[in-house]
């Protein structure tokens, strides 16, 4: 089966959006194919966990046809939160872990579930033909061809023409250039990401203060987010009011993993050491993600054979709902174009207004969100 009114299908970006995208569209025997830039699968961390609301994030998987494979992968939410005093690591709040959690089966229906972001996307990409992703296909260029179609140019000189090509490929995305000229402006906010493979064992005092969910640590400017996953290893978020050349004149434009965890440290610097440890030891190399948000709801025209999803489309500030953004927005967008009749976009249009209307509101609550984390102190 193949739409009528698409043909060929390309999804540009191995997202969360793209993937539910293609998942979709191949449960209901459509073909499609996914460009992604990075070498292989696995080839960057995904460490952390995401918390997916049952209206959006999992009803995306149940239209995948995934809710089984999800409920064995996921948890319930609301698992334990240790708050700490940054200067002396005092335990200023404690929600315990669940007693008597309920089984997947009885929870998952209609309560927000957390998975594993490298686990989710792993379900994802399972779940496609083998086929289906092509791996170091960078796209640099996207022109239009005669009858309405596109052709993608590849890093490596191929050209392909394809009737629909869906945006899956982050906030700095080539495809959007096409559809409007918001570019995404630097917030004033750096994110560093760090992690533990595992902490029971060899950091037995860091295991304490995650506990078995979320450690948390902030004044009014730096925040230490600390979060365990499903396999017990710990994903870190070190995130502090910085200009945006902060990363560049801490050397790591030259990779200088020292020099940045160094100057990370001075950021920090007068925390209690127990919380500092964190960030000294953690495993494997520092990735700094200065966070970017488009400066409202972009002015956005629609063109016919280009549509957008995920981060490509809006992106959101971190800590918030981007995961569950990014799955809705794929499994939608796959049924419109299973909707859709030869010469006829009236459903990615109508998908489009939805999906902004929906990015949009939540993009005013991240804000929101971020401004208290960023301002206001735990009592």
């Known amino acids: 089966m193949q739409s009528a009114g698409y043909p060929r299908i390309a999804i540009v970006g191995s997202g969360l959006g ?20 990075d070498p292989e699968h696995g080839a960057r961390p995904h460490r952390g966990s995401v918390q997916l609301r049952a209206d959006l994030g999992q009803a995306a998987l149940a239209a995948a046809r995934l809710t089984g494979r999800f409920r064995a992968a996921c948890r319930p939410a609301g698992r334990e939160l240790r708050v700490f005093d940054p200067y002396t690591a005092a335990l200023l709040h404690h929600d315990p872990p669940p007693t008597d959690p309920q089984p997947a089966e009885e929870w998952s229906a209609d309560r927000d579930a957390v998975i594993d972001r490298g686990r989710l996307r792993a379900l994802l990409l399972e779940s496609l033909d083998v086929r289906t992703v092509s791996w170091r296909h960078f796209v640099v260029d996207l022109t239009e061809r005669s009858g309405g179609r596109w052709r ?4 490596d000189g191929r050209r392909e023409d394809y009737d629909l090509v869906v945006g899956a490929d982050g906030a700095w995305s080539r495809v959007r250039a096409l559809l409007c000229r918001a570019t995404p402006g630097y917030t004033g906010v750096m994110s560093v ?3 533990y ?14 506990g078995a969910g979320t450690l948390v640590a902030r004044d009014t400017d730096r925040v230490l987010l600390a979060q365990r996953d499903g396999a017990g290893s710990v994903g870190l978020h070190a995130v502090f009011r910085a200009p945006e050349s902060w990363w560049i004149s801490c050397g790591l434009a030259a990779r200088n993993q020292a020099v940045l965890r160094s100057r990370l440290l ?7 050491e127990r919380l500092l440890y964190a960030l000294r030891k953690s495993d494997g190399g520092l990735v700094v993600r200065p966070v970017y948000a488009l400066p409202g709801p ?8 280009v549509t957008l999803v995920g981060e490509a489309a809006h992106p959101i500030q971190p800590f918030d709902r981007g995961a569950d953004l990014a799955l809705r927005d794929g499994a939608d967008l796959a049924r419109a174009v ?11 249009l109508v998908y489009e207004y939805e999906m902004r209307s929906r990015a949009a509101s939540a993009a005013e609550g991240a804000a929101r969100r971020l401004r208290a984390l960023m301002t206001s102190p735990v009592p």
Do not use: I, K, N
């Open 18 to 37: 793209g993937l539910a995208c293609a998942r979709v569209l191949q449960a209901h025997g459509m073909s499609v194919s996914v460009f992604e830039r």
């Open 152 to 155: 993608l140019h590849f890093g």
């Open 193 to 195: 990401e760090a992690g």
């Open 197 to 210: 493979d595992t902490v029971d064992t060899r950091h037995v005092d860091l295991a304490w203060l995650v």
């Open 266 to 272: 001075e950021v920090f610097d007068g925390w209690d």
């Open 298 to 305: 972009p002015a956005w025209r629609h063109v016919s054979g």
């Open 338 to 348: 299973l909707a859709a009749a030869a010469g006829d976009d009236t459903a990615v």
